[in-house]
């Protein structure tokens, strides 16, 4: 397999880096994977996330404002207009002083960080589209009504990838919709995420069976922010019919958010004694956690992208339930049982045919992981982004006279794994 050399990346992180959810995640298995393969990472970010944390590759970080601290998901209107200027100056210092091959801009705000130094400096920009905003903004809670922000994220849908030179999707769903918009179907990759190897390598042997807690029923188990958009309520009402007919079963709710929001519903419900609230262990033993799990949910009712949980979920091989719209590259019954109709009485159902069929239980978790290990780790992501970037570069230096020069080692493609 050929592969691309010693090419220097900037990541732009329009978002808390690290931090334990879905974008921030993607952006540090990318940054690890790229720096095992070889290349020279930048990562320019907000100050936001665990900003003490030792990582193997530069965090280049952007000023900040006094005694903001938000990290929640979601957009924030201080954070547009105090913080975004300055991560754009940061993108475009971190370009020209570092001599960058490549900017990849992880989510619209960091498209609109680095389009400025695209313009002064004319690096090639990937846009990484890890959702669309028609359908993640009306899952905020703006003080407007959902269908007209739903208009407002299909307008900024239509309009901001071409910002980009060349765009990421994280699912085909999303490229579909982009190529709906009207992008040319060159300017477009699909590239899902990964999962770490090491993560995998913790999990190596799947068991046959959840490893239950002495004295404990059947688990449901979610591991996840507990965000509106994520469907903790339609996961309380579920879980509160299954109460109802298995005396024994019990939700455990791995998660560092608050669960305040939603403890009024399940006490209506009579679940709240049911609930198990657990803080995430770390990376290396969440596997351990997961195969406690009889059922794995995502309650998300849609996502245009690839929820990272979901990998997660199928490295631990134990059988998923979700519903068919936030798990669209999963197949029902091969290796997940998916729900089509996004509501509690169908999750429900869902949740009581794989309790009900422990065989069928351990085929969807054994496929999962096996899916994993084979397509799905970051050390194969990484072989397919530098595909892109190898495009890349090469079309730029095309358009480019006289030829860019650096001091670093020459760009090149060679042979070998």
Known sequence: ????????????????????????????????ALHDAGHDVHVIAYPLGEVDRRLPFRVHRSRGLP?????APGADPLRLVGLLPMLAATVARVTRQHDIHVIHAHHYEGLLAAWPAKRLSGVPVIYDAHTTLAGELPYYRHGVPRGLTARVGRALDRRLPNL??????????????LLSDGMAEGRITVIGNGIEDAFVAATSVAPSAPQ????????????????????????????????GERPAARLQLVTESAFEPHAALAQRLGIMERIDLETPPPPHELGTRLGTADILVNPRAECPGYPLKLLNYMAAGRAIVSFRASARDLTHGSDAWLVGEPTAEALAQGLDTVLAQPDLAGRLGAAARRRVVEELTWSRVAVRLESVYAGLIK??????????????APLRVTGGE
């Open 212 to 243: 239950r807690r002495e004295g404990t029923g059947e688990r449901i188990v979610y591991a996840g922010n507990l965000a509106g958009y994520q469907g903790i309520e339609t996961l309380l009402e579920a879980f509160a019919r299954i109460a």
């Open 1 to 32: 397999m050929r592969r691309l050399r010693r090419v220097r990346i900037a990541l732009v992180a329009g978002c808390p880096f690290p931090w334990a959810r879905g974008t921030p995640a993607r952006i540090l298995g990318m940054a690890q």
């Open 67 to 71: 005694y903001y601290r938000r990290t």
């Open 164 to 177: 980009a030179d060349h765009t990421i999707a994280t699912s085909q769903y999303i490229a579909a919709e």
């Open 395 to 408: 079309a730029e230096a095309g358009r480019t006279s006289p030829v860019k020069t650096s001091t670093s």
